[in-house]
């Protein structure tokens, strides 16, 4: 992905990130903190305001996004202190490496540290899910463990490692 | 009746206030909001409603030195934002649209002070007030419109790069040669001053910022507000007592934090006060405003109007089409530089400050209504540019 970063004098700074083909997000940071994203579908149409947002809440969003920021809103059942750990809801993308993988194969505990508690698949839920539990694309696994331990589960989910 | 200045000064606050918060609710630009109050508010006429005194705030030396603080802060500002690197990395586009501009907008500002039968010297300053475009109005138009994240903010704000560094020069060149009338001695002497004060800044700008990092370390923003705005103060009250312009002074004081990493904290830090003094600047000028001496210069207020909007929109047009924007775009960019404001302004004080012929009155009354004009029509056009360009499209198909 290729991002362009100019200075804009008296404003502050504007990125803009290449997605899809032409379509591009543009980020101004403003000099007193504030934040404008935009959305320009292709180089001949009008940039769309999509948001404005403080420097804090910007942040939370940035953290959102890179997977390391997650606060369950519905904690009322889970009364048990978790120490460092937290529960994450992931869905596991079609392209994942690891749909079609059972519990077992996919080894996510030994090679990320976190624990699959429970697969939402659907309307149901898989509580406490045997080893060979097969891993199908669309599931939410419902896993417990450190941020770090989080993320890297987030990685192993997605495809740009195997890239 | 003798009010303490106190009274004056919270008058003049409360007005540009309010009328800032006026004009941002219209959705129009607030310098020329500035310059009217200062003009109701002020010893000129009109200077009564009924039987109410409009004379509430009367210049003084405190005004002038607020507004002359407000000048520093705006020059120290460009300088500070002016980004060598930018310029550097964009060269041949930025000097090809910068030229463009120049060479359309301020030969015809040249022209009309012939036409008009001004002085060479008087055609000079008229030419830099309607040439330099708003950076203050049409950036914050740019950012309002949503028009920054498009492509023909590129080409307006290059140009405006352009244009400032050529203010910055221009006005130094300028004072020394307006200040420093009399024999061709006194000019060469005048203008060698400058020259050499100057060039001592501009070293300690690209030699010095590492030293002048260390120096304005400190954790507390309060003291490192003092500290800036100290310097800044001190160095162009310097240069004013040795016949240079403040305005350039500062504006090289400002080049020489732009090199430092302290650029995003003044930016954070001092900008409230730019606020406060720039619009007591905007406010001064329509206190030291006769506005019956617009009667005089109609005539070529009207002209001036009409030829440089036209010029600003063919050079924009050309500009965008030479960065490769679509037609719709380029006239957007033309469009967008339309507006003048701050900078006009601060030559049109100088030109006062230099006080003889057509410079003392016609020129400050001149730029007065003009920039009242071009900020509100610029504005205007800038907001209702799919309208415009429709239409222009329809005409030139």
Same mark, same amino acid.
């Given at each position: ?15 803009? !990130? ?20 935009? &959305? &320009? ?8 305001? !999509? ?38 809801? %992931? ?27 429970? %697969? ?5 839920? %898989? ?7 097969? %891993?199908?694309?669309?599931?939410? !696994? ?22 | ?105 301020? #030969? #015809? ?21 309607? /040439? ?38 221009? #006005? ?89 990493? *302290? ?20 406010? +001064?000028?329509? #206190? ?33 089409? +030479? /960065? ?23 030559? +049109? ?34 907001? *209702? ?13």
């Amino acid at each position: 992905m290729t991002i362009y970063e100019s200075e804009i004098p008296g404003v502050g700074h504007k990125f803009e !990130l290449e997605l899809d083909g032409e379509e591009r997000l543009v980020v101004i940071i403003h000099h007193d903190g504030k934040r404008e994203l935009y &959305r &320009r579908p292709s180089p001949n149409e009008d940039s769309v305001k !999509l948001a404005s947002l403080t420097g804090k809440k910007a942040r939370q969003l940035g953290s959102i996004l890179e997977g390391a920021y997650f606060q369950p809103v519905e904690m009322d059942e889970l009364n048990v202190p978790l120490g460092e750990s937290i529960i994450e809801w %992931i869905e596991v993308k079609a392209e994942s490496p690891l749909t079609g993988q059972t519990l077992e194969e996919a080894a996510i505990r030994r090679r990320t540290g976190v624990s699959v508690i429970a %697969i939402q698949r659907g309307e149901e839920t %898989i509580a406490n899910p045997k080893p060979d539990t097969t %891993i199908e694309s669309g599931d939410i !696994l419902v896993a417990i463990g450190t941020r770090e331990e989080q993320a890297e589960l987030t990685t192993l989910l997605t495809t740009d490692e195997g890239n | 009746m003798a009010d303490p200045l106190l009274v004056q000064f919270g008058i003049a606050v409360t007005a540009i206030a309010l009328v800032g918060a006026l004009a941002s609710r219209i959705g129009l630009s607030v310098i020329p909001a500035y310059i009217v109050v200062g003009i109701l508010v002020g010893p000129n006429p009109p200077t009564a409603i009924g039987d109410v005194s409009l004379r509430l705030v009367r210049t003084g030396e405190f005004i002038d030195l607020l507004a002359e603080l407000g000048i520093v802060f705006l020059l120290f500002f460009l300088g500070l934002e002016f980004s060598l690197q930018q310029l550097v990395s964009n060269r041949d586009r930025l000097v090809k649209v910068g030229l463009v501009d120049l060479g359309i907008n301020f #030969l #015809l500002g040249l022209g009309l002070g012939v036409l008009f039968g001004f002085s060479w010297l008087e055609s000079f300053f008229l030419a830099g007030i309607v /040439y330099i475009s708003s950076s203050a109005v049409i950036t914050k138009s740019l950012i309002d419109q949503g028009w920054i994240a498009n492509a023909e903010s590129e080409p307006i704000l290059g140009t405006l790069v352009f244009e400032d560094i050529f203010i910055a020069v221009y #006005l130094a060149l300028l004072s020394a040669v307006a200040l420093g009338e009399g024999t061709p001695m006194d000019a060469a002497i005048s203008i060698g001053t400058s020259i050499a004060f100057l060039a001592l800044l501009v070293g300690v700008a690209w030699y010095g910022s590492e030293y002048v990092e260390r120096l304005f370390q400190t954790e507390s923003n309060e003291l490192f507000l003092l500290r800036v705005t100290g310097i800044t103060v001190l160095i162009a009250g310097t240069a004013l007592a040795m016949g240079i312009s403040e305005a350039v002074a500062a504006f090289f004081v400002g080049t020489m934090f732009s090199q430092t990493d *302290h650029v995003s904290r003044i930016e954070q830090v001092l900008s409230p006060t730019r606020d406060l003094f720039a619009a007591v600047f905007f406010f +001064s000028i329509g #206190l030291s405003t006769d506005i019956t001496l617009l009667a005089d210069v109609l005539l070529l207020l009207g002209v001036a109007v009409l030829i440089t909007t036209i010029g600003k929109f063919v050079s924009g047009t050309l500009s965008g089409r +030479s /960065y490769g924007l679509d037609r719709t775009r380029s006239f957007r960019v033309g469009l967008g530089m339309v507006p003048r404001g701050e900078f006009s302004l601060v030559l +049109s004080t100088l030109a006062m400050s230099v006080g003889t012929g057509a410079l003392g009155e016609l020129i400050p009354a001149f730029t007065v209504g003009y920039v009242l004009i071009m900020s509100i029509l610029g504005t205007l056009l800038i907001q *209702h540019a799919d309208r415009v360009t429709n239409t222009l499209e329809t005409a030139f198909t």
